[in-house]
């Protein structure tokens, strides 16, 4: 039922920015939370942010002051942008939607997440 697409991810030099872009099907960003993750080689997938259905926004504090996620129901996409990236900021990206719409609380652990997107690649140089 649910289904999510991510695309915008690409290779940029450390300060620039990319816009990430999860279209998502039926009314899933406008009843689901839908988050971004990111896995890093060697490493853990990380939450990064989230948006709920009611439009709350949390992100983690390595990114707050660079990335921002949003959301265009009438397209129904959420983004993700991103803003002074660092080469750490290299990893795979995946959009991902909470286990049922109208969540209480915003979820920020991969097993709290029952949909997702197959990855995009984002790769920092210095």
């Known amino acids: 039922q649910v289904q999510l697409v991510e695309s915008g991810g690409g290779l940029v030099q450390a300060g620039g920015s990319l816009r990430l872009s999860c279209a998502a099907s039926?009314?899933?960003?406008?009843?689901?939370?839908m988050g971004w993750f990111r896995q890093a080689p060697g490493k853990e997938r990380e939450f990064v942010a989230a948006?709920?259905?009611?439009?709350?926004?949390y992100s983690i504090n390595s990114v707050k002051d660079r990335f921002f996620i949003s959301r265009d129901t009438a397209k129904s996409t959420v983004y993700l942008q991103m803003n002074s990236l660092k080469p750490e900021d290299t990893a795979v990206y995946y959009c991902?939607?909470?286990?049922?719409?109208?969540?209480?609380?915003?979820?920020?652990?991969?097993?709290?997440?029952?949909?997702w997107g197959q990855g995009t690649q984002v790769t920092v140089s210095s």
């Open positions: 948006i709920m259905w009611s439009g709350s926004t």
């Open positions: 991902a939607a909470d286990r049922g719409p109208f969540g209480v609380v915003i979820p920020t652990t991969p097993s709290r997440y029952g949909y």
């Open positions: 039926g009314r899933t960003v406008s009843q689901y939370t």
